[in-house]
């Protein structure tokens, strides 16, 4: 069974950071990319960045590139997402994504198979 468990959002202040964890089980991970998404309330689901794991190469929204880092630790198959100098419009629920390889490109899309609960982000300004 395939699981995508999300950790690490919380209450920040416009500026500082978070690094949010997504803890996967149940297929081959480095096969595979692992996109991450977020809502916002009243607002459509987008995606953020994704990073394909068999090449480690990681691709991001405009509105967060030099801001937003996506990496992973193959052997204990976490992915993370390091938001450093966060916005009030960073507030969202974030989820991350798995499915094939192929979905993680310069062009981000939301075509994943499996997907985690999400995890709550807050910005205050």
């Known amino acids: 069974e395939v699981q995508l468990v999300e950790s690490g959002g919380g209450l920040v202040q416009a500026g500082e950071s978070l690094r949010l964890s997504c803890a996967a089980s149940g297929f081959t991970f480095h096969e595979e990319s692992i996109g991450w998404f977020r809502q916002a309330p009243g607002k459509e689901r987008e995606a953020v960045g994704c990073l394909r794991n068999y090449d480690n190469l990681a691709f991001y929204k405009d509105s967060v590139k030099g801001r937003f880092t996506i990496s992973s630790d193959t052997r204990k198959k976490q992915v993370f997402l390091q938001m450093n100098t966060l916005k009030p419009n960073d507030t969202g629920v974030y989820f991350c994504?798995?499915?094939?390889?192929?979905?993680?490109?310069?062009?981000?899309?939301?075509?994943?198979?499996?997907w985690g609960q999400g995890t709550q982000v807050t910005v205050s300004s």
């Open positions: 994504a798995a499915g094939e390889a192929w979905l993680c490109g310069e062009v981000l899309i939301d075509d994943y198979q499996y």
